[in-house]
């Protein structure tokens, strides 16, 4: 058998395969593929079957944010103070029967509500308990309505215990001497019981006016008392309304000739309202009370929030940075300061 050398036939395959691919045709290059655009003006967006402003007609929707804008949560308010005003017997609908430019020109500038709730029974002494102690009438015990001096004083650590505590100048100048029993006398540095007409009391605060105070309390009595004797809504009560307006008118100018109003938180509130000549009642004419503050941090406007009286001592607390009790059965209004609606955190008394 020939044999060949090893270069030999290396050659001749090379040159026979060279002499293969001169003798196949050319295959030219496959041409790209083709790629069809869809012009932008021919794109139809989806359409919802129903827009949203039809499902939700009465909702405006706020503008979204620009992008120079942020979103941040409030901040707890720089409140170094905090001046509670209680009318008692107070129903919401007499702000607007009665002439009350002071307490409405604050209302501009305020957070509020006129259908708050106070805890039952819708009593004066009871119902005041809950909205300085922060607790439920069943927690603090006081299930009297006469000054009593017997009985003690509310169970429970109330807002005066905790501002006491904190080192803050505690006052009270009250129409009813049977508020004593709120809080024990050495939780309250100031304590005056002024049996006299509401812009008697008011005239009162300004002579001796606590420059210096962290806590003040203010109850105006006299729109109670009309009502018991004449009946809520009726034109003796709403002139005692309007006066008790003048009182607050002078409260709130005392705060600004002592420098004081931009650094103040103040609430105004009921401790029950009055149906007839009387109250005490679950009906909604006794138990539903206007809810009002104003001050450092606050976002004007109603609000939608379910209020309890035990909420304006949760409120009064946080702006001034105090602890809250566990126990206490009022919680802050946030909403107020412009943070988000949420679910309440504690029941409301029942």
Wanted: charged share 15%; net charge negative.
């Amino acid at each position: 058998m020939l044999t060949l050398p090893r270069f030999r036939l290396f050659h001749l395959l090379t040159l026979a395969t060279l002499c293969l691919t001169a003798c196949l045709p050319a295959v030219p290059p496959a041409a790209p593929p083709t790629v069809t655009h869809i012009p932008a003006a021919t794109v139809t967006p989806f359409q919802p079957a129903t827009s949203i402003a039809t499902l939700l007609p009465t909702v405006t929707l706020a503008p979204l944010p620009t992008a120079t804008e942020t979103i941040t949560p409030t901040p707890r308010p720089s409140a170094r103070r905090v001046l509670i005003i209680s009318i008692d017997g107070l129903r919401p609908e007499a702000i607007a029967l009665a002439t009350m430019p002071n307490l409405q020109a604050l209302m501009q500038i305020s957070a509020y509500s006129l259908t708050a709730q106070t805890t039952f029974p819708s009593a004066t002494l009871p119902s005041h308990v809950s909205m300085l102690t922060g607790l439920c009438p069943a927690k603090h015990g006081v299930d009297w309505n006469d000054y009593l001096p017997e009985k003690g004083y509310a169970q429970g650590t109330d807002l005066f215990d905790l501002a006491h505590a904190a080192g803050l100048i505690t006052v009270m100048f009250v129409g009813k001497e049977k508020l004593r029993q709120i809080s024990e006398p050495a939780s309250v540095d100031i304590f005056r019981y002024i049996n006299d007409r509401d812009v008697v009391i008011a005239q009162r605060v300004t002579e001796e006016f606590p420059v210096d105070f962290g806590l003040l309390f203010v109850h105006f009595a006299t729109p109670d008392a009309m009502g018991h004797v004449y009946g809520w809504l009726s034109p003796q009560y709403i002139s005692v309304v309007q006066r008790a307006d003048e009182a607050i008118g002078t409260l709130l100018k005392d705060l600004d000739d002592h420098g004081l109003r931009q650094e103040t938180l103040i609430i105004i509130t009921a401790d029950h309202g009055g149906h007839k000549q009387t109250h005490g009642s679950r009906m909604a004419e006794d138990m539903t009370i206007p809810w009002v503050v104003s001050g450092p941090g606050v976002r004007p406007g109603p609000l939608t929030s379910p209020i309890q009286t035990t909420d304006t001592a949760a409120t009064a607390a946080w702006a001034l940075g105090l602890p809250r009790p566990p126990e206490w059965d009022g919680w802050p209004v946030l909403e107020a300061f412009g943070q988000p609606i949420q679910p309440r955190p504690v029941p409301f008394c029942e």
